[in-house]
């Protein structure tokens, strides 16, 4: 059987350490979408994983698949591999032939759309690693994919006819200077190179076939999206959004198993107990703002507001692990969640961070929003109609800091009172069940009530 797991709101929900904490009865863990944008974070026996590319399930020894809706960029996933294996792991992954390749001129071009847009308020703020410009060219039919990279004429076929398309893009509307990153007989070399230790390794698969293979086989498969729902190409908050669908659908499309096969599996949002949010565009629960993300926002919203910021963002670490900008952060917004719940279809959720909050006297959520005047419970389908939605606030009781650890090994009848209330709000809400709340970052701080596979 599958079980997904989605991010139900901004992306940094906790999906890595959910996918470690079930992992242990996959046989198999994929990646269905986008690419190095992705960080994930597996915590176990004293050390900190953060894997871009490679699936979480490598922590536990799984076989990892990148599939075909992934986004692959061999110099960083070979680094990741190769820092993996000095801290002691050995990933077995394999890509999926139809995998769409980033190449330099990418990055290259992803920064520069960036500073175009950021004069028209435009920009998402991305993680600079050419993910919108890749799926351009995979959704434009000029891309490269990864089984290119293993035929040398295919490849310099490819590169020949898009190279000068993207060298024409940089010089002559933008007017930038174009280096190696454009240059078809560099690009050839290296993006060879790849393509020989792809097939020295047998890390090439039809990914489709290997993980329907597997299933027919009664293995069990993880699939472990990356990104969010309200940052979903399609579903998200468009155009501040990832350019894949992390979504239950991109399980699908992005791996190669049938609907029917997913849909007979779980599907598992992945909740984080407040907001957090690295980008730009409108966000109606935001707690103060951080400048250059939060549209508007120049340091004077109310010392209450930002006071709770600060306090959620230094208890839940909320600071960029690259640059220690601070994350922007807001209270649960649940026409969010039942957004996501309805695309995605969730059958269970995983709650995360309940500890982060523990402390505060109150803790609300948006449970609706007044837009024009009518209250309504999901999301609206246009980005400036969102922008002007006004939430209406819940309140519940704030819960005490206790000994997580030993909640976490106790089960859900010790998690305190208050933030039991708040979990049950949720899963009624969502008409779901609550399988894993979160306590604290490593793989035993998680009351795990139900085991999907
Ligand atoms: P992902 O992208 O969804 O996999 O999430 P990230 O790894 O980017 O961000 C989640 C962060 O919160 C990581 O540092 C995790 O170790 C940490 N984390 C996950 N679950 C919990 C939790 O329940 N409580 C606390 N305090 N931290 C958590
Ligand atoms: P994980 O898998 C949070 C955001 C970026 C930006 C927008 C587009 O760790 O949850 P991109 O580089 O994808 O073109 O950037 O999406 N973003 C993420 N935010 N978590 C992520 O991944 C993200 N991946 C992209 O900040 O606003
Ligand atoms: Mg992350």
């Known amino acids: 059987m599958t079980v997904t797991i989605v991010g139900a709101q901004l992306g940094d929900e906790g999906k890595g350490g959910v996918v470690d904490l079930y992992g242990d009865a996959a046989d198999v863990v994929a990646r269905y979408q986008g690419g190095d944008n992705a960080g994930h974070t597996v915590v176990h026996g004293g050390e900190t994983y953060k894997l871009s590319l490679v699936p979480s399930g490598a922590v536990r020894g799984k076989v990892g698949v990148l599939g075909n809706g992934c986004v692959v960029n061999p110099a960083t996933l070979f680094e990741e591999i190769d820092t993996l294996r ?25 920064g520069i759309e960036e500073d175009v847009k950021s004069d028209d308020d435009l920009a998402a703020g991305t993680t600079g690693r050419g993910i919108g410009p890749t799926y351009e060219d995979k959704m434009g039919r000029r891309g490269v994919r990864v089984g290119d990279l293993l035929d040398p004429d295919t490849l310099r076929d490819r590169l020949e006819y898009v190279v000068p398309q993207k060298r024409a893009l940089a010089e002559d509307v933008y007017g930038i200077e174009t280096g190696e990153a454009f240059d078809v007989d560099h690009l050839y070399d290296s993006y060879r190179e790849y393509g020989e230790r792809l097939a020295e390794e047998g890390m090439t698969v039809n990914a489709g076939e290997f993980l329907a293979d597997r299933i027919a086989d009664g293995e069990n ?45 779980e599907v598992i949002g992945i909740v984080k107990a407040y907001l957090s949010r690295v980008g730009t565009g409108p966000l109606p629960t935001e707690l103060a703002g951080v400048e250059g993300q939060t549209p508007g926002y120049s340091g004077d919203s109310d010392a209450e507001a930002e006071e709770l910021a600060t306090y959620i963002r230094d208890e839940g670490g909320e600071y960029g692990t690259v640059t ?7 209270w649960l917004d649940m026409p969010m969640l039942r957004h996501a719940a309805r695309v995605s279809g969730f059958t269970g959720l995983a709650v995360n961070h309940i500890d982060v909050l523990a402390g505060l006297d109150e803790v609300k959520v948006g449970h609706t929003y007044d837009l024009d005047g009518e209250e309504r419970d999901s999301v609206p389908a ?8 006004e939430p209406n606030y819940r309140t519940f009781d704030g819960w005490p800091e206790v000994d997580w650890s030993a909640v976490a090994a106790e089960g859900y009848g010790a998690i305190p009172e208050n933030a039991r209330a708040y979990l049950e709000y949720v899963s009624d809400e969502l008409d779901t069940p609550v399988y894993a709340v979160g306590v604290g970052p490593g793989r035993d701080d998680t009351v795990v009530v139900e085991r999907p596979f």
């Open 86 to 110: 000095e801290k002691g792991l050995d990933p077995d992954v394999r890509i999926a032939r139809r995998a769409h390749v980033i190449l330099p001129y990418h990055r290259v071009l992803d």
């Open 221 to 265: 498969v993880m699939m472990e999206g990356a990104q969010g729902t309200l940052i979903d190409i399609d579903h998200g908050i468009y155009p501040y959004v990832t350019s894949s669908n992390p979504t239950a659908g991109g399980a699908c499309v992005g791996t190669g198993l049938a609907p029917t096969t997913v849909g007979q599996g």
């Open 324 to 330: 220690g900008r601070p994350r922007r952060v807001g």
């Open 382 to 389: 246009t980005t400036e109609r969102w922008g002007r939605c």
